[in-house]
């Protein structure tokens, strides 16, 4: 609910002046009244023309007295006697033009009316006129001119033109303020007994304007007037009942004084009344009466009204939350400069609550709440000039309006002072001030101040240590429902900080500040709930309440729970929400976060490879001296990714970390010794780096030594020392390990051969979360390979090793699409997903890639993008990249031909191992293309080629040994490889072995004869 700070009395406010029926006024002072059976004699006497008795019978009709009211032949006979000069009715029928009672409304002709009474010198006329230059009503503002008129009009006596003329000296309407005249008018008009002349003089006595403070006399003064009805005293005097101002308290009988001036729509009245059934004042709580009576009062445009309206939309009580709503009554009561509605509508535009969020807007509502003196808005102000909220941020100017309401003893203000004080924000840092000021503001109720000064207290700021007195201070805040003290006293009874420790007691006040949703105990909860203490251990619950806390902005609990996200702790693994928690703790500037989101943002862990920005966030977490992104910074520093590479930087950044003993950092130290980067190589150094964390239980270090093992790195080759490191890191589930057990089940080392246990590998590291096992898996199913044949399967697991940010996979993928495997065929979506695979470097991918824009498949063609991504490729030593690189070099695709050119490529590629390029290297060196002939050279690279499986190889190789080309003449040698290339569908291998057998030993001799003297065979 918003804050009630604002007076609920009357206002010595000109624009609350209303036209008074003043020929009621002076008849009701002189006890006139007329009874029914006068009306007819009157209406009789009229209509033969007596003149006289015009006037009294307009207001017949105008009061309802003796006959219904009917305002229409009120006007019709105001109008006759006006006609006969009778100033009453001029100036009534003036007002009848004024208000649209029984004419059609027309404030210039209720000006000539007034002025033809003033021409008169006629006093109500005089204050009716005035009132018209008062409010602009009919003539043009002029409140010069409305004090002169109703010191005209106060000048006979009028009551009414006195009280008005009172009111312009209250609030230096037209003239000077003089608070001590206004009060003499004021007693003037209510010595002639005119009701709010009485209760104006009343709002002198209570407020000692003019006259010296007298509750007691002001509440005898709004009673005398609310005994002559007039509803804005009987209001008052309620509130004299509700506060006990010069009467006894009495809240019910405040009740029935604001119902009955509720009831005779005196708008003040009943918003007055609404707040009672709003605050159970007098009544018991009805928010739906409350909306009721605050909504009669705001359909009168009354401010406070209209703001509490704003309140009741904005919180939902009787009525639907609303907040659009809840925005347009705070703006209609804004527009009457009503502080605290402008104060609350500061707070929409700034929070964006039904309002389209505008920060500097909301910052400009406060400013001119506060410049109206509302202490809340100085104080908002104050907060937004601290943190530049829509403003250029000023703490300087913030302290001197904290100062201005605190002045007001707004609590709040003060609290936030002593938090400048203490932090020296703005003004100089005095801690004694600053815990002088949460006393202050502790003393006169307000919570927040009583948890600082609790901490002051705990550490000794500005006052001497003091923990026992800290708890007390705790306690007392935590017993008012304070969620930050709730919390700080549950970090007391853990650490047994000035009370016994007591674990079970802290969840205890944990749980009451989780309840109220403060984020730090929601934290500290949930890590109770992680380490079991004090209560029941239950992961799921800590994930529960890092979410609670992470709802709240709480940078620690975010990353926790996007830590669990990483790891699959009491959530279900999801690597991609796990780097949005990471990134919103690290934009908060938490270490731990920062270190997680750059080395996500390094690997593609739930997010795109980004090693630029992923180096940013590890140096701001390193410089904080956390080991994690040390280690990670200096493994960019190393391979150069995202920063210049520097190897001897790297290892400091590593030798920093692992000497804090941190296994990460050994782990990543071992691995410079095992490449050599920034170090002299050291295999064995390395693997006893690796041995090192993996003893620790590093799972990544115990997955490296058994690559170690696996390969003779550092260590003697061991399969079975592989295999075992290898099952204890797949043991802490580390996905990795689990996917290369797979490789040494499929494929024999270190442990049977076992297909199905392969498999089973594979699903335990997707489990894992570790995504290449997708692709191993796809291609099991690829394959047939411990599982049935399956190529849709394959294409399935395939996917979600792509979707999840595998390259291989993706390369997979696309390759599957390019060729209709397991899926339809789709060259353009396969296209896609090589371009994926590329963008993280899968060289396969590029070669791929290369092939589908030289021959237009699923792309336009284009030549020389083939020779780009091949050129890519085979730069990094891709063997396939290299040779058909090197084929666009001899055919002059996309690129000029250039044999020799070619010829490099192959030969890089041959040599290693790529029997494609093996081959066509043999052909070049069989025909001297790009080099110089070498028919032995051939023969050589046709025989590695053919040991491949190359069939245009074992063709070539065939033709050698049957002509005895490079080689002696093997016509059987020769007849073997053609079979063997037949067998593999080559119809040229059948070809030949027709031939072959056709010819006669001796013939075949003749022509090998004639070969050899051409090319010197």
């Given at each position: 609910m918003c804050p009630e700070n604002e007076d609920r009395a009357e206002f010595f406010n000109g624009d609350q002046v209303v036209f008074v029926n003043t020929e009621l006024i002076q008849r009701a002072v002189a006890g006139l009244q007329k009874s029914r059976e006068e009306f007819q004699t009157l209406l009789d006497q009229a209509e033969l023309g007596d003149i006289s008795v015009q006037y009294d019978l307009a207001m017949k009709y105008a009061d309802g007295d003796g006959v219904d009211r009917d305002m229409a032949k009120a006007a019709y006979w105001f109008a006759q006697a006006a006609e006969q000069g009778d100033m009453r009715a001029v100036e009534a029928l003036g007002r009848c033009y004024q208000l649209g009672e029984g004419v059609e409304r027309d404030e210039k002709q209720a000006v000539e009316l007034f002025q033809r009474c003033v021409d008169e010198d006629y006093a109500p006329g005089q204050c009716s006129l005035g009132l018209c230059y008062e409010n602009g009503s009919g003539v043009e503002h002029d409140p010069v001119r409305a004090a002169e008129l109703y010191q005209l009009s106060a000048d006979q006596g009028y009551a009414p033109g006195q009280c008005n003329l009172a009111v312009c000296y209250l609030n230096a309407i037209g003239v000077e303020r003089d608070d001590s005249h206004a009060a003499e008018l004021l007693r003037q008009s209510a010595e002639q007994d005119f009701p709010r002349g009485i209760s104006l003089l009343g709002c002198c006595y209570r407020d000692g304007r003019g006259v010296e403070q007298d509750l007691e006399k002001a509440a005898g003064l709004f009673r005398r007037a609310a005994e002559k009805r007039y509803i804005p005293a009987v209001c008052d005097l309620g509130l004299c009942y509700e506060s006990g101002s010069g009467v006894a308290e009495d809240l019910e009988k405040a009740v029935e004084c604001y119902t009955q001036a509720a009831e005779a729509e005196y708008a003040p009245a009943q918003c007055n009344l609404g707040y009672c059934y709003l605050a159970a004042i007098g009544v018991e709580q009805d928010d739906v009466k409350a909306a009721e009576w605050i909504g009669r009062s705001a359909e009168q445009d009354y401010p406070r009204a209209l703001r509490l309206m704003g309140c009741l939309y904005q919180d939902g009580r009787g009525v639907e939350k609303d907040l659009e709503k809840a925005a347009e009554y705070y703006r209609r009561s804004a527009e009457q400069e009503y502080p605290p509605a402008l104060c609350d509508l500061g707070l929409c535009y700034e929070n964006g609550e039904g309002v389209e969020k505008d920060e500097k807007r909301g910052t400009e509502l406060y400013r001119r709440s506060g410049e109206l003196g509302y202490a809340p808005a100085q104080c908002n102000l104050a907060f937004c000039l601290l943190n530049g909220i829509g403003v250029e941020k000023n703490v300087e100017e913030a302290v001197t309006w904290l100062k201005r309401a605190a002045e007001?003893?707004?609590?709040?203000?003060?609290?936030?002072?002593?938090?400048?004080?203490?932090?020296?924000?703005?003004?100089?840092?005095?801690?004694?001030?600053?815990?002088?000021?949460?006393?202050?503001?502790?003393?006169?109720?307000?919570?927040?101040?009583?948890?600082?000064?609790?901490?002051?207290?705990?550490?000794?700021?500005?006052?001497?240590?003091?923990?026992?007195?800290?708890?007390?201070?705790?306690?007392?805040?935590?017993?008012?429902?304070?969620?930050?003290?709730?919390?700080?006293?549950?970090?007391?009874?853990?650490?047994?900080?000035?009370?016994?420790?007591?674990?079970?007691?802290?969840?205890?006040?944990?749980?009451?500040?989780?309840?109220?949703?403060?984020?730090?105990?929601?934290?500290?909860?949930?890590?109770?709930?992680?380490?079991?203490?004090?209560?029941?251990?239950?992961?799921?619950?800590?994930?529960?309440?890092?979410?609670?806390?992470?709802?709240?902005?709480?940078?620690?609990?975010?990353?926790?729970?996007?830590?669990?996200?990483?790891?699959?702790?009491?959530?279900?693994?999801?690597?991609?929400?796990?780097?949005?928690?990471?990134?919103?703790?690290?934009?908060?500037?938490?270490?731990?976060?920062?270190?997680?989101?750059?080395?996500?943002?390094?690997?593609?862990?739930?997010?795109?490879?980004?090693?630029?920005?992923?180096?940013?966030?590890?140096?701001?977490?390193?410089?904080?001296?956390?080991?994690?992104?040390?280690?990670?910074?200096?493994?960019?520093?190393?391979?150069?990714?995202?920063?210049?590479?520097?190897?001897?930087?790297?290892?400091?950044?590593?030798?920093?970390?692992?000497?804090?003993?941190?296994?990460?950092?050994?782990?990543?130290?071992?691995?410079?010794?095992?490449?050599?980067?920034?170090?002299?190589?050291?295999?064995?150094?390395?693997?006893?780096?690796?041995?090192?964390?993996?003893?620790?239980?590093?799972?990544?270090?115990?997955?490296?030594?058994?690559?170690?093992?696996?390969?003779?790195?550092?260590?003697?080759?061991?399969?079975?020392?592989?295999?075992?490191?290898?099952?204890?890191?797949?043991?802490?589930?580390?996905?990795?390990?689990?996917?290369?057990?797979?490789?040494?089940?499929?494929?024999?080392?270190?442990?049977?051969?076992?297909?199905?246990?392969?498999?089973?590998?594979?699903?335990?590291?997707?489990?894992?979360?570790?995504?290449?096992?997708?692709?191993?898996?796809?291609?099991?199913?690829?394959?047939?390979?411990?599982?049935?044949?399956?190529?849709?399967?394959?294409?399935?697991?395939?996917?979600?090793?792509?979707?999840?940010?595998?390259?291989?996979?993706?390369?997979?993928?696309?390759?599957?699409?390019?060729?209709g495997i397991g899926a339809k065929k789709d060259p353009g979506r396969g296209v896609s997903w090589l371009h994926k695979a590329a963008k993280q470097g899968s060289l396969r991918a590029m070669c791929l890639l290369g092939g589908c824009y030289r021959d237009g498949t699923g792309v336009m063609k284009d030549e020389k993008k083939c020779v780009e991504y091949l050129t890519r490729a085979a730069e990094r030593g891709y063997a396939p990249a290299q040779c058909n690189l090197g084929l666009c070099y001899e055919q002059g695709t996309g690129v000029a031909a250039d044999t020799a050119k070619a010829v490099e490529w192959y030969t890089r590629a041959a040599e290693s191992g790529d029997r494609a390029a093996q081959c066509n290297l043999g052909y070049c060196l069989l025909n001297g293309i790009g080099t110089a002939r070498n028919p032995a050279g051939a023969v050589e690279w046709f025989k590695r080629a053919a040991e491949q499986g190359s069939v245009r190889a074992m063709n070539l190789l065939a033709d050698c040994c049957r002509d005895g080309v490079g080689t002696e003449p093997d016509r059987a040698r020769a007849e073997q490889l053609y079979q063997e290339a037949a067998r593999q569908g080559s119809r040229e291998a059948e070809e030949s072995l027709k031939k072959l057998h056709a010819v006669k030993p001796e013939h075949h001799q003749a022509k090998k004869s004639i070969f050899k003297r051409l090319f010197g065979g």
């Amino acid at each position: 609910m918003c804050p009630e700070n604002e007076d609920r009395a009357e206002f010595f406010n000109g624009d609350q002046v209303v036209f008074v029926n003043t020929e009621l006024i002076q008849r009701a002072v002189a006890g006139l009244q007329k009874s029914r059976e006068e009306f007819q004699t009157l209406l009789d006497q009229a209509e033969l023309g007596d003149i006289s008795v015009q006037y009294d019978l307009a207001m017949k009709y105008a009061d309802g007295d003796g006959v219904d009211r009917d305002m229409a032949k009120a006007a019709y006979w105001f109008a006759q006697a006006a006609e006969q000069g009778d100033m009453r009715a001029v100036e009534a029928l003036g007002r009848c033009y004024q208000l649209g009672e029984g004419v059609e409304r027309d404030e210039k002709q209720a000006v000539e009316l007034f002025q033809r009474c003033v021409d008169e010198d006629y006093a109500p006329g005089q204050c009716s006129l005035g009132l018209c230059y008062e409010n602009g009503s009919g003539v043009e503002h002029d409140p010069v001119r409305a004090a002169e008129l109703y010191q005209l009009s106060a000048d006979q006596g009028y009551a009414p033109g006195q009280c008005n003329l009172a009111v312009c000296y209250l609030n230096a309407i037209g003239v000077e303020r003089d608070d001590s005249h206004a009060a003499e008018l004021l007693r003037q008009s209510a010595e002639q007994d005119f009701p709010r002349g009485i209760s104006l003089l009343g709002c002198c006595y209570r407020d000692g304007r003019g006259v010296e403070q007298d509750l007691e006399k002001a509440a005898g003064l709004f009673r005398r007037a609310a005994e002559k009805r007039y509803i804005p005293a009987v209001c008052d005097l309620g509130l004299c009942y509700e506060s006990g101002s010069g009467v006894a308290e009495d809240l019910e009988k405040a009740v029935e004084c604001y119902t009955q001036a509720a009831e005779a729509e005196y708008a003040p009245a009943q918003c007055n009344l609404g707040y009672c059934y709003l605050a159970a004042i007098g009544v018991e709580q009805d928010d739906v009466k409350a909306a009721e009576w605050i909504g009669r009062s705001a359909e009168q445009d009354y401010p406070r009204a209209l703001r509490l309206m704003g309140c009741l939309y904005q919180d939902g009580r009787g009525v639907e939350k609303d907040l659009e709503k809840a925005a347009e009554y705070y703006r209609r009561s804004a527009e009457q400069e009503y502080p605290p509605a402008l104060c609350d509508l500061g707070l929409c535009y700034e929070n964006g609550e039904g309002v389209e969020k505008d920060e500097k807007r909301g910052t400009e509502l406060y400013r001119r709440s506060g410049e109206l003196g509302y202490a809340p808005a100085q104080c908002n102000l104050a907060f937004c000039l601290l943190n530049g909220i829509g403003v250029e941020k000023n703490v300087e100017e913030a302290v001197t309006w904290l100062k201005r309401a605190a002045e007001q003893e707004f609590p709040r203000a003060i609290s936030i002072l002593g938090d400048c004080l203490g932090e020296g924000t703005g003004v100089e840092k005095d801690e004694a001030a600053s815990a002088a000021c949460y006393q202050r503001a502790a003393d006169l109720g307000y919570v927040p101040a009583q948890c600082a000064l609790g901490l002051c207290y705990e550490i000794g700021s500005g006052v001497e240590q003091d923990e026992k007195r800290a708890v007390e201070w705790y306690t007392k805040a935590a017993e008012q429902g304070y969620a930050p003290a709730q919390c700080n006293l549950a970090v007391c009874c853990l650490n047994g900080i000035g009370t016994e420790a007591d674990a079970e007691q802290a969840v205890v006040w944990l749980k009451n500040s989780v309840a109220r949703g403060f984020a730090r105990a929601m934290d500290i909860l949930g890590d109770c709930y992680r380490n079991g203490t004090g209560i029941e251990k239950d992961e799921k619950k800590a994930v529960e309440l890092y979410r609670q806390a992470m709802e709240q902005g709480y940078a620690m609990a975010i990353c926790d729970l996007g830590l669990c996200y990483e790891m699959g702790s009491g959530v279900e693994q999801d690597e991609k929400q796990a780097v949005e928690y990471y990134r919103q703790a690290a934009q908060m500037g938490y270490a731990g976060a920062q270190c997680n989101l750059g080395y996500c943002l390094l690997t593609g862990t739930g997010t795109v490879e980004r090693s630029d920005e992923a180096v940013k966030w590890f140096r701001r977490a390193a410089e904080q001296g956390y080991p994690r992104a040390q280690s990670l910074l200096a493994s960019c520093l190393r391979d150069g990714r995202g920063v210049e590479a520097d190897e001897q930087e790297s290892v400091r950044w590593y030798t920093l970390a692992a000497e804090q003993g941190y296994p990460p950092a050994q782990c990543s130290l071992g691995l410079c010794y095992e490449n050599g980067d920034g170090v002299e190589q050291d295999p064995p150094r390395a693997a006893e780096l690796y041995r090192q964390a993996g003893e620790q239980g590093y799972a990544p270090a115990q997955c490296n030594l058994a690559v170690c093992y696996l390969n003779g790195i550092g260590v003697h080759e061991d399969e079975g020392q592989a295999v075992e490191w290898l099952r204890r890191a797949a043991a802490q589930g580390f996905g990795r390990a689990l996917s290369i057990l797979g490789d040494c089940y499929r494929r024999g080392v270190g442990v049977n051969r076992n297909l199905e246990q392969a498999v089973d590998c594979y699903k335990q590291a997707i489990e894992d979360g570790y995504v290449s096992a997708f692709c191993s898996l796809g291609y099991c199913y690829e394959t047939g390979e411990g599982v049935p044949e399956n190529k849709v399967k394959a294409v399935e697991y395939y996917t979600r090793g792509a979707q999840a940010g595998d390259e291989t996979s993706q390369c997979n993928l696309g390759y599957c699409y390019l060729e209709g495997i397991g899926a339809k065929k789709d060259p353009g979506r396969g296209v896609s997903w090589l371009h994926k695979a590329a963008k993280q470097g899968s060289l396969r991918a590029m070669c791929l890639l290369g092939g589908c824009y030289r021959d237009g498949t699923g792309v336009m063609k284009d030549e020389k993008k083939c020779v780009e991504y091949l050129t890519r490729a085979a730069e990094r030593g891709y063997a396939p990249a290299q040779c058909n690189l090197g084929l666009c070099y001899e055919q002059g695709t996309g690129v000029a031909a250039d044999t020799a050119k070619a010829v490099e490529w192959y030969t890089r590629a041959a040599e290693s191992g790529d029997r494609a390029a093996q081959c066509n290297l043999g052909y070049c060196l069989l025909n001297g293309i790009g080099t110089a002939r070498n028919p032995a050279g051939a023969v050589e690279w046709f025989k590695r080629a053919a040991e491949q499986g190359s069939v245009r190889a074992m063709n070539l190789l065939a033709d050698c040994c049957r002509d005895g080309v490079g080689t002696e003449p093997d016509r059987a040698r020769a007849e073997q490889l053609y079979q063997e290339a037949a067998r593999q569908g080559s119809r040229e291998a059948e070809e030949s072995l027709k031939k072959l057998h056709a010819v006669k030993p001796e013939h075949h001799q003749a022509k090998k004869s004639i070969f050899k003297r051409l090319f010197g065979g």
